[in-house]
């Protein structure tokens, strides 16, 4: 096999040298356009797991590394004079030109053909004349571009301006340190690569960047800038470049990763942002199962199918992990008022992988103080802290997400309901919501949606809210009020999501004439006097709640219903007053939210539930979320419960852990008002991240609780709390301790003989 490797950092190399050692007839060739020991950028960080791969696959260039390796554990937080250690991370660095020195005597020792200041022939000729070629070539991937069209790239650019630098000494942990200037925040990312020397990475918003004078600067003139703005960091020492240059971070997706026998590897495959340190661990990993898939399948088209395969879900969850930190650091000023150990907590769980339970177990002193800070009693996990709204104190933070059930007859709850929210009221969340309870029968989504506009339905969710309260004291029961507007009269969910119903249709009332999709009813458009009909629909229905006993009401204007249509630019085209502008499709909402609240009583809390984004081109903007928030607050809202999407059919989410959560973190800190976190919530652990990073108030998991109904009862045993935060009911209470599930009694083996 003729192998043509274009690019010679680390994932190139490093794959040249697998695939040569593991077949030694093999002919490699790397091309690589710059001199062997022109490398960009100073030190390379890798992770323990990816160690454990070379030293698996490669001992030779795994022992060489290991020569070469600074280690240390901690990491610091400087913020506003203060600086804040957590311990036990453990990272392990080495500069780049010595890792590209390792990997060079490694293929030059297995007969690998290394061409330097040397441009690899066109992708067509090289696929014409070799058998395999992998295309290594970085984040400006010719071959990636020559294809585009087959691998469809897709290339964002982010909001910050950094530069790579270097110091010559070691810092003793990684460090981040914040600078407040009179132009806007910066931030340094600092972390020891050999016993004498540090990455230095100087990173700020493009505003800031623009404000500061740096775009006026060359390069001496910015490395002195930067020495002077973090001197107290650098101990005074100045700072030294490479040909550093500012530079926007840009993240490359890809939807194929082959074409024919070309293949991706490493950046030109995919990016991730340097504050989680990932660019070099990827294209590593990506060369090990390269190799792996190579000789594990029989044929080339079945190992590159195979190499993509394992590793496209991998990189994903990188790049959302990524994203997220990158996010969090673009939008930094949103936490400077933070209280400094929070801050700094924030921080280290911004990438959602380190969370609260596993920073715990690295370093409990430093959680701990965070804890105690945020005001958890001795003992107390976050989600098991109390939260006050006007006259209803929850007693934990755990929300029973509104689910619809699709089980009503004529908008009458009955035994189906009963069980299902009480069983989850009995299993120990703070509040269980209803689903959607409608306010007309015109406003049912599905012939089996609830109800509150008779007397009848009312009577049968008094029979809920009395169970609730009587058989789970301390758990609150909230009701979601709304109206389907263009998503109404289809059919159950099984049935078939979203589908109108073959026979038995009512008229559809929306804020603008538009079927939800191809084939979906057209609403009408609803006039004035219809608008005021619904007021009263609303109204009518909040007084219902009232008798009937519920807690907390929640206003549905999310999800494309009826009050989200209104909201979002996609569903709302009236001319009128209560279109166009942002502040012209609030109006309605907004007249609703005080209708209701001028009848729900005084000390019950209110809440609105809204899509922060529609994932789709020219929706709700996150500065729209926010006005919107904002608006809601001001007129009354006690908390926000953020939620996003459902409101085209043609969206597109970013689907992934907590993926909805940063929204609610947005909103939370640019409104200050106390906001509910939803989206693929569904360990304890990362709610009690969420909560004491300060992210959210509340966390709101509905499929978990379809699960385990249980699910915060059994999160108070699995982190051994027993408290007010939480209590088994007394029939439930022998049940506390986890079963047994089989034996854990047998000899563990000790030692392989030979035969």
Same mark, same amino acid.
């Given at each position: 096999?003729?192998?043509?490797?274009?690019?010679?950092?680390?994932?190139?190399?490093?794959?040249?040298?697998?695939?040569?050692?593991?077949?030694?007839?093999?002919?490699?060739?790397?091309?690589?356009?710059?001199?062997?020991?022109?490398?960009?950028?100073?030190?390379?960080?890798?992770?323990?797991?990816?160690?454990g791969g070379i030293e698996h696959a490669d001992p030779v260039v795994y022992e060489a590394m290991c020569a070469d390796f600074v280690r240390w554990d901690d990491i610091d937080i400087v913020h506003r004079g203060a600086r804040h250690t957590s311990g036990g991370h453990g990272f392990a660095a080495l500069g780049r030109k010595r890792l590209l020195e390792i990997l060079h005597e490694r293929c030059r020792a297995l007969g690998v053909q290394l061409r330097f200041?040397?441009?690899?022939?066109?992708?067509?000729?090289?696929?014409?004349?070799?058998?395999?070629?992998?295309?290594?070539?970085?984040?400006?991937?010719?071959?990636?571009?020559?294809y585009a069209d087959v691998f469809r790239?897709?290339?964002?650019?982010?909001?910050?301006?950094?530069?790579?630098?270097?110091?010559?000494?070691?810092?003793?942990?990684?460090?981040?340190?914040?600078?407040?200037?009179?132009?806007?925040?910066?931030?340094?990312?600092?972390? +020891?690569?050999?016993?004498?020397?540090?990455?230095?990475?100087?990173?700020?918003?493009?505003?800031?960047?623009?404000?500061?004078?740096?775009?006026? /600067?060359?390069?001496?003139?910015?490395?002195?800038?930067?020495?002077?703005?973090?001197?107290?960091?650098?101990?005074?020492?100045?700072?030294?470049?490479?040909?550093?240059?500012?530079?926007?971070?840009?993240?490359?997706?890809?939807?194929?990763?082959?074409?024919?026998?070309t293949v991706l590897l490493g950046d030109a495959a995919h990016t991730a942002h340097f504050s989680i340190g990932s660019g070099t661990k990827l294209a590593v990993e990506d060369a090990l199962a390269l190799a792996a898939c190579l000789e594990e399948q029989p044929s080339l088209d079945k190992a590159l199918a195979a190499y993509e395969e394992e590793r496209r879900p991998v990189v994903a969850s990188t790049q959302r992990a990524a994203r997220a930190s990158l996010e969090w650091f673009e939008n930094l000023d949103l936490y400077l008022g933070q209280p400094p150990r929070q801050f700094a907590f924030n921080l280290l769980t911004r990438s959602r992988r380190v969370t609260h339970d596993n920073l715990r177990l690295r370093d409990a002193h430093f959680t701990g103080a965070v804890e105690r800070e945020f005001g958890c009693p001795d003992g107390t996990p976050p989600m098991f802290t109390p939260l006050r709204l006007r006259g209803l104190t929850l007693r934990n933070r755990v929300v029973v997400s509104p689910m619809d059930m699709y089980s009503a007859v004529d908008g009458l709850p009955g035994d189906f309901h009963l069980v299902h929210l009480g069983a989850r009221a009995l299993g120990g969340a703070g509040l269980v919501m209803t689903e959607m309870v409608c306010v007309s029968e015109e406003g049912r989504i599905t012939p089996g949606c609830t109800g509150l506009y008779t007397g009848e339905q009312a009577d049968s969710w008094r029979r809920i809210t009395h169970f609730v309260h009587a058989q789970s004291p301390g758990t609150a029961i909230g009701v979601q009020l709304g109206h389907s507007g263009r998503k109404g009269s289809t059919k159950l969910m099984w049935e078939g999501m979203d589908e109108p /119903?073959?026979?038995?249709?009512?008229?559809?009332?929306?804020?603008?004439?538009? +079927?939800?999709?191809?084939?979906?009813?057209?609403?009408?458009?609803?006039?004035?006097?219809?608008?005021?009909? /619904?007021?009263?629909?609303?109204?009518?229905?909040?007084?219902?709640?009232?008798?009937?006993g519920f807690d907390l009401l929640e206003l549905h204007c999310a999800h494309g219903y009826l009050l989200s249509g209104f909201l979002s630019p996609l569903t709302n085209r009236r001319t009128d007053a209560y279109g166009g502008s942002l502040e012209n499709r609030l109006r309605f909402p907004l007249e609703v939210f005080d209708a209701v609240r001028e009848i729900w009583p005084d000390e019950k809390p209110m809440t609105v539930r809204i899509s922060a984004t529609d994932w789709a081109e020219g929706g709700t903007s996150a500065e729209d979320a926010v006005g919107i928030a904002r608006a809601f607050a001001?007129?009354?809202?006690?908390?926000?419960?953020?939620?996003?999407?459902?409101?085209?059919?043609?969206?597109?989410?970013d689907f992934g852990r907590s993926y909805q959560t940063p929204y609610a973190d947005r909103i939370?800190?640019?409104?200050?008002?106390?906001?509910?976190?939803?989206?693929?919530?569904?360990?304890?652990?990362?709610?009690?991240? /969420?909560?004491?990073?300060?992210?959210?108030?509340?966390?709101?998991?509905?499929?978990?609780?379809?699960?385990?109904p249980h699910w915060t009862l059994h999160a108070a045993?699995?982190?051994?709390?027993?408290? +007010?935060?939480?209590?088994?009911p007394a029939p439930y209470r022998a049940g506390s301790r986890r079963p047994q599930t089989g034996r854990t009694d047998t000899p563990k083996q000790r030692l392989t003989l030979g035969s």
């Open positions: 096999m003729r192998v043509a490797i274009i690019g010679g950092g680390p994932g190139g190399l490093y794959a040249a040298a697998l695939l040569k050692r593991l077949d030694p007839t093999r002919e490699i060739t790397v091309w690589e356009r710059n001199a062997p020991d022109d490398t960009f950028g100073f030190g390379v960080v890798l992770s323990d797991e990816t160690l200041r040397a441009e690899a022939p066109h992708p067509d000729e090289l696929a014409r004349t070799h058998d395999l070629v992998v295309a290594a070539d970085g984040i400006n991937s010719t071959t990636r571009e020559t790239p897709r290339v964002t650019t982010h909001r910050c301006r950094y530069i790579w630098l270097a110091a010559d000494f070691a810092f003793d942990a990684f460090r981040f340190e914040i600078a407040e200037t009179e132009h806007g925040v910066m931030q340094l990312h600092g972390y +020891p690569y050999a016993a004498d020397a540090s990455t230095v990475i100087v990173e700020m918003r493009e505003e800031v960047w623009q404000a500061a004078g740096f775009a006026d /600067l060359d390069e001496a003139g910015s490395v002195e800038r930067c020495a002077k703005i973090f001197a107290e960091a650098l101990r005074g020492r100045p700072l030294r470049s490479n040909k550093s240059a500012w530079t926007t971070f840009r993240t490359v997706t890809n939807e194929h990763w082959s074409h024919g026998s /119903l073959e026979d038995g249709n009512w008229p559809l009332a929306a804020a603008s004439a538009l +079927p939800y999709k191809p084939g979906s009813q057209i609403p009408r458009e609803l006039t004035h006097d219809q608008l005021a009909d /619904l007021r009263e629909q609303f109204t009518a229905a909040a007084w219902r709640a009232a008798n009937a001001a007129h009354g809202a006690d908390a926000i419960d953020v939620s996003t999407g459902q409101v085209v059919c043609d969206e597109r989410p939370r800190h640019h409104v200050g008002v106390p906001v509910i976190a939803v989206g693929a919530i569904s360990s304890w652990d990362d709610v009690n991240s /969420l909560i004491l990073a300060g992210r959210t108030d509340l966390c709101a998991l509905a499929r978990p609780h379809l699960y385990d045993a699995e982190q051994g709390y027993e408290g +007010p935060g939480v209590t088994w």
